[in-house]
């Protein structure tokens, strides 16, 4: 079945710090790929996405590409701040017969100080 | 505004009782999801509906219930069976087709057994 399998944490920086979070994926098809972020006590919310090959997501400074050939979706941030301090989950999405289930990722607690 | 609202955000239950969490969504998206959170194990899915009248099991079905008469409800019971309902559950949802299946979600509902 599809798994997605991501670094573990906590991942400290410092601010203004470069950020790399580590995502692979096995999945049968052609999945749209995802990275959620989660608050302290909240949902999660929509990070950014990239639905084929080579696309790239961004958001807010955070950026990802879909790399077919290495199945990986690695987030990137040049420059992080404390607010920016959270836990990210990377996810894909089956768009066969069972409808658009999200498979997780295990998520990345970032912690970024000052 | 759209979105998807979850309630009680804090629930207690006394072991052998029955509670229902409550997920409402006001996007005219027809698919709906229930994840259950535990700490480092990410998200896991619970059930899952397409569509109204219809659902299906997911990952982790035992011991939980749901019901889908409307298309904007989507309540998950966490019945007597389940032996370790104590966890943070997130409601989910998303159009049913297109090439951007991303899932919006609610704020959770932190559920504690006493």
């Known amino acids: 079945g599809d798994s997605v399998t991501q670094m573990e944490g906590p991942v400290t920086l410092s601010e203004e710090a470069f950020l790399t979070i580590n995502c692979t994926y096995t999945a049968t098809g052609y999945p749209s790929l995802f990275w959620y972020v989660q608050y302290p006590g909240e949902g999660l919310q929509l990070l950014l996405k990239a639905t084929k090959a080579d696309d790239k997501g961004s958001n807010k400074g955070f950026e990802a590409t879909y790399r077919k050939e290495t199945t990986s979706f690695h987030l990137e941030k040049g420059s992080v701040q404390v607010s920016d301090s959270a836990v990210y989950f990377c996810a894909l999405s089956d768009r066969g017969g069972g409808g658009n289930k999200l498979t997780f990722g295990t998520g990345t607690q970032l912690k970024v100080e000052l | 505004d759209g979105g998807i609202t979850q309630s009680p955000k804090y629930l207690f239950r006394k072991e052998g009782q029955n509670v229902t969490l409550s997920c409402e969504q006001n996007l005219n998206h027809d698919a709906m999801y229930w994840y259950r959170q535990d700490p480092g194990q990410g998200l896991r899915l619970i059930y899952y509906?397409?569509?109204?009248?219809?659902?299906q099991k997911g990952d982790i079905a035992e011991g939980y219930s749901v019901s889908r008469e409307k298309k904007e409800s989507f309540p998950l019971t966490v019945t007597s069976a389940q032996k370790n309902p104590t966890a943070f559950y997130l409601c989910?949802?998303?159009?049913?087709?297109?090439?951007?299946?991303?899932?919006?979600f609610g704020q959770g509902t932190r559920l504690t057994v006493v």
């Open positions: 989910a949802s998303s159009g049913r087709q297109g090439p951007y299946t991303e899932a919006f």
């Open positions: 509906s397409q569509i109204v009248n219809d659902f």
